[in-house]
């Protein structure tokens, strides 16, 4: 099959072309961009200069349509809302890693994101690909909207304490750590060396656009969720997030207990490995993979369980999860062009 990227140039299209010029069932990678068209990828990433058939094309809808079968979107929020209805028209299926189509209310989506949302029919349609959780409809999906990099380490950890009603619905704080890519590519003030190296720093406290996302989630598996508690930082390092997650139990636990719980949930998900009692996983273990690691703790003094959860932003957080949904979409083995194993160190 032949896929589109678009936002080829970014660092979400990168790791996308990464993956898929090894995916087993992936033909060709056309890319596409809105500023570089007709220049080689290798003016953006010099790395990939030996690939001869990646000349940057302009976005033509009617082309695209025409020769790829999935377009992924890998832009900044507010390009496929405004495109991706004309690829869904024309018969192609889309693959949306921006936050343009993951909450379901447009009125929600302005007040988060401060910009115009799609229209609802498209809205509607869009199925949420937190692939370990939602499989019956993303292997129906023609729209699938990609989850965020923060909701990805947040819902793949709370999902089975959540789902089996064992904690306080108003008790659930967050704390997120995420590497500088997370930002993308393009410069910024907050982003630049001197304002990351040795440096830690909180941001958009109580405003982060994925707060929506994580509770209409949360709240879809048992509807008493109250709202979050949900902090964001930069780290200096390039990859990776690590989510710490915090609830009160509403009976007292064990860690043994929940460890089986959290086993037992993710059985059949390649993607997601449960480390032991006692061990936590750091976000190295994970670097440049699919993988979600998780390790739970109980603490009987206070009644409240901890969660981590790691990913890389750029793998599970956006072109690895949205390539295991291609595989689910197309019925083709989940783990098709993503069995790369973490660097480490
Ligand atoms: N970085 C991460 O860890 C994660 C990112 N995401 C989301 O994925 C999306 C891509 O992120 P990321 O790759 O980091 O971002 P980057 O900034 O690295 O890349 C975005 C790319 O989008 C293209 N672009 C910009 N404006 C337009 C436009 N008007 N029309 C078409 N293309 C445009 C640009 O390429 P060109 O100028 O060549 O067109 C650019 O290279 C974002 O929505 C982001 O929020 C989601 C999860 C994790
Ligand atoms: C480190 C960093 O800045 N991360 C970005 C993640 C952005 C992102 O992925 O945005 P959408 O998922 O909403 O498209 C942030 O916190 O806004």
């Given amino acids: 099959m032949n896929i589109a990227i678009i936002g080829a140039t970014g660092y979400g299209g990168a790791e996308l072309l990464r993956f898929l010029r090894n995916h087993p069932h992936v033909r060709r990678c056309y890319l596409y961009s809105s500023s570089q068209e007709g220049i080689h990828l290798s003016e953006s990433f010099a790395h990939v200069g030996e690939i001869d058939d990646a000349i940057l094309k302009k976005i033509d809808v009617e082309q695209i349509a025409d020769e790829c079968e999935v377009v992924f979107f890998a832009t900044p929020p507010g390009v496929s809302s405004t495109l991706a209805p004309a690829f869904i028209d024309q018969g192609a299926k889309v693959i949306d890693l921006s936050g343009d189509f993951?909450?379901?209310?447009?009125?929600?989506?302005?007040?988060?994101?401060?910009?115009?949302?799609?229209?609802?029919?498209?809205?509607?349609?869009?199925?949420?690909?937190?692939?370990?959780?939602?499989?019956?409809?993303?292997?129906?999906?023609?729209?699938?909207?990609?989850?965020?990099?923060?909701?990805?380490?947040?819902l793949l950890g709370l999902a089975p304490i959540v789902k089996e009603q064992l904690i306080e619905e108003d008790s659930i704080i967050v704390d997120a750590k995420s590497g500088v890519s997370g930002a993308g590519r393009k410069a910024s003030l907050n982003t630049h060396f001197s304002e990351v190296?040795?440096?830690?720093?909180?941001?958009?406290?109580?405003?982060?656009?994925?707060?929506?996302?994580?509770?209409?989630?949360?709240?879809?598996?048992?509807?008493?969720?109250?709202?979050?508690?949900?902090?964001?930082?930069?780290?200096?390092?390039?990859?990776?997030?690590?989510?710490?997650?915090?609830?009160?139990?509403?009976?007292?636990?064990?860690?043994?207990?929940?460890?089986?719980?959290?086993?037992?949930?993710?059985?059949?998900?390649?993607?997601?490995?449960?480390?032991?009692?006692?061990?936590?996983?750091?976000?190295?273990?994970?670097?440049g993979s699919n993988y979600c690691d998780i390790g739970v703790a109980y603490d009987e003094r206070t009644g409240r369980i901890t969660v981590v959860s790691v990913i890389d932003n750029l793998v599970k957080g956006a072109a690895g999860q949205a390539i295991q949904n291609l595989n689910v979409m197309m019925g083709w083995n989940e783990e098709s062009g993503l069995t790369y194993m973490p660097i480490y160190p």
């Fill in 197 to 287: 190296n040795e440096n830690v720093k909180i941001y958009k406290v109580n405003s982060h656009q994925h707060i929506p996302e994580i509770e209409q989630m949360l709240q879809a598996w048992n509807e008493r969720i109250q709202p979050i508690t949900f902090s964001t930082h930069l780290i200096p390092m390039t990859r990776g997030i690590m989510a710490t997650i915090y609830a009160k139990a509403k009976h007292p636990l064990s860690v043994d207990r929940l460890v089986d719980l959290y086993k037992t949930s993710y059985k059949d998900s390649m993607f997601v490995r449960i480390r032991k009692p006692g061990q936590f996983p750091s976000t190295k273990e994970v670097y």
């Fill in 102 to 154: 993951r909450l379901k209310d447009g009125a929600v989506y302005e007040a988060w994101y401060k910009r115009q949302a799609s229209s609802d029919h498209y809205l509607q349609q869009a199925v949420y690909g937190l692939t370990e959780w939602n499989k019956p409809n993303i292997r129906k999906a023609r729209l699938l909207s990609n989850p965020g990099c923060y909701p990805t380490a947040t």
